[in-house]
């Protein structure tokens, strides 16, 4: 008999559970209660203030227009998130190269001469890439035919009289 009555008391402990539940939850009719709703943004849909219900799906970035500059970010015109950084610098293969090799931008060459051999019909090369720095020309200049020094180097020749 005490089995029936322990038994009996967890059935009515239980059956007094799902009514309080039900009561709470308004006996199975639909909750009062009424969606406060923030618009969806790009990361997350629409979305209720208090019971963080969603509808529908974040809108998605929106890239902004690209200036082919590497080292400008790329940001979404909605809410200005970083969508590609912007590298810290142009990078160049050396100091001769005159195109990014990230994006369109150029710049003037910087070429470092060798050293100069004072032979004015001696093209002055590039150390690092070997352009042309300073033509040569295509003879030495004297002012006449006695004249035994180059008017343009420290060559010289032999007077002829």
Same mark, same amino acid.
């Given at each position: 008999?005490?089995?029936?009555?322990?038994?009996?008391?967890?059935? &009515?402990?239980? &059956? =007094? =559970?799902?009514?309080? &539940?039900?009561? =709470?939850?308004?006996?199975?009719?639909?909750? $009062?209660?009424?969606? $406060?709703?923030?618009?969806?943004?790009?990361?997350?849909?629409?979305?209720?203030?208090? #019971?963080?219900?969603?509808?529908?799906?974040?809108?998605?970035?929106?890239?902004?227009?690209?200036?082919?500059?590497?080292?400008?970010?790329?940001?979404?015109?909605?809410?200005?998130?970083? &969508?590609?950084?912007?590298?810290?610098?142009?990078?160049?293969?050396?100091?001769?190269?005159?195109?990014?090799?990230? #994006?369109?931008?150029?710049? $003037?060459?910087?070429?470092?001469?060798?050293?100069?051999?004072?032979? #004015?019909?001696?093209?002055? =090369? #590039?150390?690092?890439?070997?352009?042309?720095?300073? @033509?040569?020309?295509?003879?030495?200049?004297?002012?006449?035919?006695?004249?035994?020094?180059?008017?343009?180097?420290?060559?010289?020749? @032999?007077?002829?009289?």
């Amino acid at each position: 008999m005490k089995h029936n009555a322990h038994l009996l008391s967890l059935v &009515l402990v239980a &059956l =007094l =559970l799902l009514c309080s &539940l039900a009561m =709470l939850n308004g006996c199975g009719k639909e909750s $009062e209660h009424v969606h $406060e709703w923030v618009d969806a943004n790009c990361v997350s849909p629409k979305t209720c203030k208090s #019971c963080h219900e969603t509808q529908g799906n974040p809108l998605g970035h929106s890239p902004m227009a690209d200036d082919g500059d590497c080292t400008t970010p790329v940001l979404c015109a909605t809410c200005q998130t970083v &969508l590609t950084a912007g590298q810290p610098s142009h990078t160049f293969d050396n100091a001769c190269d005159t195109s990014c090799n990230a #994006c369109s931008h150029t710049r $003037e060459a910087s070429h470092t001469p060798m050293a100069d051999d004072d032979d #004015c019909t001696t093209d002055v =090369l #590039c150390s690092v890439c070997g352009v042309v720095v300073t @033509e040569g020309s295509a003879s030495h200049t004297f002012d006449h035919a006695c004249d035994t020094s180059c008017n343009a180097c420290s060559h010289t020749r @032999e007077a002829s009289h």
